[in-house]
T-cell receptor, first 115, second 111 residues
Framework: EAGVAQSPRYKIIEKRQSVAFWCNPI?????LYWYQQILGQGPKLLIQ????????DSQLPKDRFSAERLKGVDSTLKIQPAKLEDSAVYLC?????????????FGEGSWLTVV | TQLLEQSPQFLSIQEGENLTVYCNSS?????LQWYRQEPGEGPVLLVT?????EVKKLKRLTFQFGDARKDSSLHITAAQPGDTGLYLC???????????FGTGTRLTVIP
């Protein structure tokens, strides 16, 4: 079974530029997550989708971050304009549903460096 | 403030030793999960605990969920170099599989 796919794996941009990350979840997984992991810290949830609807985006900095999952499958996360503190690994994950205890599968992450 | 505090933050031990990692919070969780993350990869689920007081074993790893479902521990017996990695606890507070991750414990097992 194919895992969660993310691209690009690495991205270096200058501050104030924009960047977009793409995620393809495991086939059949209704729930998709974007997490931000800053070096030396645990992942922080940015947004959780159930199909194409948002379950939780309370920690998403909406002035610069946006995410969509228009057809309930693939998702994109965009940052515009980027700040130095956005340097982190952006992890996409998916699970069958939102029920507690459902196994969440993570992708390898997209590494962002803002200079 | 961190919702989930892990201790210790760093741990370096010799192969064959035992160790315990703690995950503490003032919040109650519907479920709590433990993950291991290796460099350049995403976290991989080790175990999920749901019931207060629950104990689960995975080979040399023993996981316990506190009676009040606010804390958890991970005990590794006879650690091996392959156990090296970042151990993360994560709690679901809302019941919607919406995980808050701990601060992480970086374990190094020296051969």
């Amino acid at each position: 079974e194919a895992g969660v796919a993310q691209s690009p794996r690495y991205k270096i941009i200058e501050k104030r530029q924009s960047v977009a990350f793409w995620c393809n979840p495991i086939s059949g997984h209704a729930t998709l997550y974007w997490y931000q992991q800053i070096l030396g810290q645990g992942p922080k949830l940015l947004i959780q989708f159930q199909n194409n609807g948002v379950v939780d985006d309370s920690q998403l900095p909406k002035d610069r971050f946006s995410a969509e999952r228009l057809k309930g499958v693939d998702s994109t996360l965009k940052i515009q304009p980027a700040k130095l503190e956005d340097s982190a690994v952006y992890l996409c994950a998916s699970s069958l549903s939102t029920g507690t205890g459902n196994t969440i599968y993570f992708g390898e992450g997209s590494w962002l460096t803002v200079v | 403030t961190q919702l989930l505090e892990q201790s210790p933050q760093f741990l370096s031990i010799q192969e064959g030793e035992n160790l315990t990692v703690y995950c503490n919070s003032s919040s109650v969780f519907s479920s709590l999960q433990w993950y291991r993350q290796e460099p350049g990869e995403g976290p991989v689920l080790l175990v999920t605990v749901v019931t207060g007081g629950e104990v689960k074993k995975l080979k040399r790893l023993t996981f316990q969920f506190g009676d009040a479902r606010k804390d958890s521990s991970l005990h590794i017996t006879a650690a091996q170099p392959g156990d090296t990695g970042l151990y993360l606890c994560a709690g679901d507070r809302t019941g919607a599989n919406n995980l808050f991750f701990g601060t992480g414990t970086r374990l190094t097992v020296i051969p």
